[in-house]
């Protein structure tokens, strides 16, 4: 089962509003009409200078909301931590998981043996869940179901959050999974907000820093060396 | 000066993006595709049904952004209380406000006596906020500066939020000022989602029942004994 | 394994405080000094009135921290949902889950054929994540592990918050698990603050109004029968 | 009229209790009982650890209740912004102001004739206030009233909020009230738990960096060449 990652709604313009919200704050203008009077090279230029300062608070008026599938509760149940959000998510309290599906970790799919081990018990809890189902409500059926159980959710951040969750998410000494779908999100909002994401990620990339302290992967250091930012950004083929 | 209340982005589609996050929690379909998948009467009826058993979580994927001016920082005082919610606000710190502008309340503006006194304390703050930011900082000067200074925001809520915010806001007891934003700000909300927000209102609009003991306005009763949500709401003339 | 919940932590004199704070909002005394001038007598009249009038923001000021143990991954993940409050949890990505406990739901607790079953497959887990634990990272060998598999929490929320929890968690159609750790947590709250928890409840027993529609259990309209409030309120007996 | 700044309550062993949550999270020992575990030297050192790590979660488990007075409403309009935060606060709708006090601003105090013209102004609006509070509601005839009016307030942050609160408002490029009010809140927090809050404070003092560019007081490069964290922090006399 793939991850699939969709960025389904987000605030229209949102440099152009991100930027407006900014500007209002230094200005004598009018809040109404001010979006329209900005052009994008001033947007542009406005929310590098925020970013570099660290005065993130208008990119919170820019939301993004994501359908997400193909995910594991391993990982819902670390992406819910994260507080300054929205979430949906398929409930296994009320739906059917008689044939649910499961996420392999790639440790595992690596490993022929553990590989065939791990399907194994999936179908025997599969087997398990059917029986179960049968005599008791759905909701303690799912007692069984593994961390590996597929589940599906809808989540909404603001750029604010997103810029939290990126610098978490995207090291390399996250989670291999909720990292995937870090840099999946994060590619999908560089897609529509480039210069808001630009420098979004952890701080090794953005600032040559890591606060990872002897568990560090060395990559502050090697960015560092070739100059802050002048990095793309890790993507999972790194 | 007048308030104006103008809504300068928000999720597209929002009613769908509701339902579609709201459906997935009961279903086996995936994620993605489902907002295509949901017709308009069935994105509607499924927004009904949330709303009359309180279950609001989906309604918070929906994000609206104002651009307010016009109103006193008495008001904004007041607002920014809200919590969930994201704000960037004109700054007494770094703006010139020689020639501040203000709001006027009703009351006074009703009594010519009381309008003149209150017309000559504003001039006369005017005259000592342009002679001290003459020897001292504007963050300083501004020290003098009413509750009655107009302010402009930029203001973000998601529609959970603006939920809590128009039952407590909308409300007769609520304070003028900020009881005339909230019903401009659900007057423009209602255009864009009008489904989403028939029922946002207060306690006695909503559901015939009035929290305020004996500082109840008594239009509670009045609901009841109409029937609870016929009536339309209040508006700025009512 | 049974759930302990026990209260390790809490703001000294949680009433006086909520009290002292909502008395400085209609007051021209100092906020200094004003816990101490407030009999016990003062404070829980004023709770009582604050809670009736659903003023609840005063009551953020006490918070209380819960340690909880021999819960299930399906509550745990289901509690950190609900936001405002902050989690510290036992890892299953660094702890060894060799010989992980397990919750076992009533239902399939009263079926003998249903326990051998459930047994059985927990059993298999356990030594199949014994072998996978070998092989693989203990932070994918998990990805095995049952929502059943008992975790540890350390849990705060504040007074607001908790009367959130008890009005949504304590209702008889809430998740078992969940609502007897929510029972739980308001005895032991009710224990060192009684006055302000009295009416901490689902709105059945509050209020004696039920918003689950159609799925209402018919405790409102027993409650309403009896006057509102009259009722102690529900423990894991009834 | 004087800050003053009192801890009127807060979790009890804020620091055995911090260090009682992070233990949990790498630990198969029960939670119950946990934080009698920990001896004071061994939660000095985990919480030392997690501190300079970022790993700031566990520090939310304790919280801290200020009673503030003799702070301007220019400074509680600002305060309220931290939404991560509890607050009550004198209402200038019901509370009569007819003596209201006020604060004044250092610069201004300097100056002897910007002094006497501050207050002569706050003399007036004395005047004006009494006048119409006699003819309007006290929540019109607030509309005179200056940003420096006094006002008290109740605060509760737990301590990661905290931490924000003083890397932004302890910087020496924080306007001066707040700061006062920040440094006075740090020297309280500091009083009940040291450890926690040893490294509390702008970025310049905990990490010798500083986002402020151009705007940069300097002192991040100080603290560089003497070692950071050497540094004891600063005070209102610095």
């Known amino acids: 089962m793939d991850m699939k990652v969709e960025l389904i709604a987000y605030t229209p313009e949102p ?3 991100v930027a407006a919200a900014a500007r209002l704050c230094y200005s004598s203008r009018g809040a109404v009409g001010l979006k329209e009077a900005l052009t994008d090279a001033e947007a542009a230029s406005l929310i590098k200078r925020l970013i570099s300062m660290g005065h993130l608070s208008p990119t919170e008026h820019a939301s993004f909301t994501f359908a997400i599938e193909g995910v594991s509760r391993a990982l819902s149940h670390q992406l819910v931590r994260h507080r300054i959000a929205s979430y949906s998510q398929k409930s296994q309290r009320y739906v059917d998981e008689n044939n649910f599906s499961y996420i392999v970790p790639p440790s595992i799919a690596a490993q022929p043996d ?6 194994k018990a999936m179908e025997e809890l599969r087997e398990a869940y059917r029986k179960l189902a049968g005599v008791v409500p759905r909701e303690d059926a799912r007692y069984l179901l593994p961390n590996a159980a597929e589940t599906k959710l809808v989540c909404t951040m ?3 959050s997103l810029y939290n969750f990126f610098r978490l998410r995207c090291c390399r000494r996250a989670q291999w999974e909720i990292r995937e779908l870090a840099l999946k999100m994060r590619e999908e909002v560089r897609r529509v907000a480039p210069v808001l994401f630009a420098l979004a990620g952890p701080s090794c990339e953005t600032e040559g820093i890591c606060w990872e302290g002897e568990f560090s992967c060395g990559r502050a250091r090697e960015v560092r060396s070739r100059g802050v930012a002048a990095d793309g950004g890790d993507d999972l083929g790194a």
Not at 114 to 119: C, F, H, I
Request: charged share 35%; proline share 0%.
């Open 15 to 17: 440099e152009a509003t």
């Open 114 to 119: 553990a590989l065939e081990l791990y399907r």
């Open 158 to 160: 603001n750029a604010r």
